[in-house]
């Protein structure tokens, strides 16, 4: 069975500081990979999006980057982290299910920037 | 802009009654629907998905409705059971692999 893994659970980090969030998928070969963010009293924004090694897509310009180094590995990056920044962001991959693709979630990584 | 829509942010129900969620969109191009129901610092779960090309879709106690004429869709829970409060979020598309996901609905099942 397919699990999507996320790392680290709980994140503080202070203002300008750097920032990786991994994502790894087992299970599965060539999943299409999502990050998206939570804010507070928000519903869920697409930021990037992978349908395959090195092909990212980015929805929302930012100061947030993302990379897929392997097929099932899919990180967040940001150089210098803003207040803004902060919120729950949540990996998940899709599969070809039912009728069509359906995304399936990862655990989270809560961030809080002070 | 926000293409989809759940203007109730929270909702009670007694244990046993029906659950109504709801969902408006404004993209005529969406035509493939999904609900997740989300707990507190966990990822959000799939619960049930429609196609355009239907109006209804139920799989145990829930049961997702489409109104393509009135652009709203339903999610209905019966009987409500106190695991399932949670927030629900509703998340439509357009054939590609975006989803765009409402703001959520808080639905608190009282025992």
């Known amino acids: 069975s397919q699990t999507i893994h996320q790392w680290p659970a709980t994140l503080v980090q202070p203002v300008g500081s750097p920032l990786s969030l991994e994502c790894t998928v087992e299970?599965?070969?060539?999943?299409?990979l999502y990050w998206y963010r939570q804010a507070a009293g928000r519903g869920l924004q697409l930021l990037f999006y992978?349908?395959?090694?090195?092909?990212i897509s980015s929805e929302v310009p930012q100061n947030l980057s993302a990379s897929r180094p392997q097929d099932r590995q899919f990180i967040l990056s940001s150089k210098k982290l803003l207040l803004s920044d902060s919120g729950f962001y949540l990996c998940?991959?899709?599969?070809?299910?039912?009728?069509?693709?359906?995304?399936?979630f990862g655990p989270g990584t809560r961030l809080l920037v002070l | 802009d926000q293409q989809v829509k759940q203007n109730s942010p929270s909702l009670s129900v007694q244990e046993g009654r029906i659950s109504i969620l709801n969902c408006d969109y404004t993209n005529s191009m969406f035509d493939y629907f999904l609900w997740y129901k989300k707990y507190p610092a966990e990822g959000p779960t799939f619960l049930i998905s429609i196609s355009s090309i239907k109006d209804k879709n139920e799989d145990g106690r829930f049961t997702v409705f489409l109104n393509k004429s009135a652009k709203h869709l339903s999610l209905h829970i019966v009987p409500s059971q106190p695991g399932d409060s949670a927030v629900y979020f509703c998340a439509a598309s357009s054939g590609t692999y975006k989803y765009i996901f409402g703001t959520g609905t808080r639905l608190k099942v009282l025992a």
């Open positions: 299970g599965t070969s060539n999943p299409n």
């Open positions: 992978s349908v395959g090694i090195g092909q």
């Open positions: 998940a991959w899709s599969v070809l299910d039912r009728e069509r693709e359906t995304q399936y």
